[in-house]
């Protein structure tokens, strides 16, 4: 089964100052791994997704991860908040192998969350 | 928007008491996926279905039960309410229902149990 680790539960930075926001997986077969942000009394909103290929990826708002397989790490940084980006970052990982065979079959596990906040 | 319903937003109600939640999917989206967040578990999956067949089950309790309809939306029944079962109900769709997967969120339906 897989499991996800997100070793900070509150990270606290200055504005433009550059972020990141840790994130380690444990799987026995190949994963797809994403995060999502979450601002308060909101939903869920993909940040961005390794699926396959490059192993660095940008998504939105100027947030970027690099899938890492050695270190099972998909860390995610960003060079210079803003007040803004204020919320709660989730990592989360899935694959498509069957439950039976260890997998999450499509389905996400989530990590416990890290809550970033900037400070003007 | 997410293109992800939930309804209803805000629900309140007491121990003991049945709830049903509602999601409809993104358009074209065959999968839904229902996943309860609290402060002391964080994020659980509870329920997967895919064109309305169950897919996989993860923390749900036996209280707790989940449909699919032909229509695609998807109903979570909640039963015999306890002040634990307090939390955020999110519902995510997705077009497959495994591989490379990308889940839609919707904005979450808020259970207070007094």
């Known amino acids: 089964a897989q499991s996800v680790t997100q070793l900070d539960s509150q990270v606290p930075v200055f504005e433009e100052a550059p972020v990141e926001l840790r994130c380690n997986y444990s799987s026995s077969v190949s994963v797809y791994l994403f995060w999502y942000v979450q601002y308060p009394n909101q939903g869920l909103q993909l940040l961005l997704k390794y699926l396959s290929g490059s192993t660095l990826v940008k998504g939105i708002n100027g947030f970027e991860a690099e899938f890492n397989k050695s270190q099972t790490s998909f860390h995610l940084r960003k060079p210079s908040v803003h007040i803004s980006d204020t919320a709660e970052y989730f990592c989360a990982v899935s694959d498509s192998a069957t439950p039976r065979s260890g997998g999450s079959q499509g389905n996400l596990i989530f990590g416990k969350g890290t809550k970033l906040s900037v400070k003007p | 928007d997410s293109g992800v319903t939930q309804t209803p937003k805000h629900l309140i109600t007491a121990t003991g008491q049945r709830v049903t939640l509602r999601c409809s999917p993104r358009?074209?989206?065959?999968?839904v996926y229902w996943y309860q967040q609290s402060l002391d578990q964080g994020l659980q999956f509870l329920i997967h279905?895919?064109?309305?067949?169950?897919?996989a089950k993860g923390n749900i309790l036996e209280r707790f039960s989940a449909q699919q309809f032909p229509d695609l939306h998807s109903e979570l029944n909640l039963s015999s309410l306890e002040l634990g079962d307090s939390a955020l109900y999110f519902c995510?769709?997705?077009?497959?229902?495994?591989?490379?997967?990308?889940?839609?969120f919707g904005a979450g339906s808020r259970l207070t149990v007094l």
């Open positions: 279905y895919y064109n309305g067949e169950e897919r």
């Open positions: 358009s074209g989206d065959l999968s």
């Open positions: 995510a769709s997705s077009l497959q229902g495994s591989g490379a997967n990308v889940l839609t």
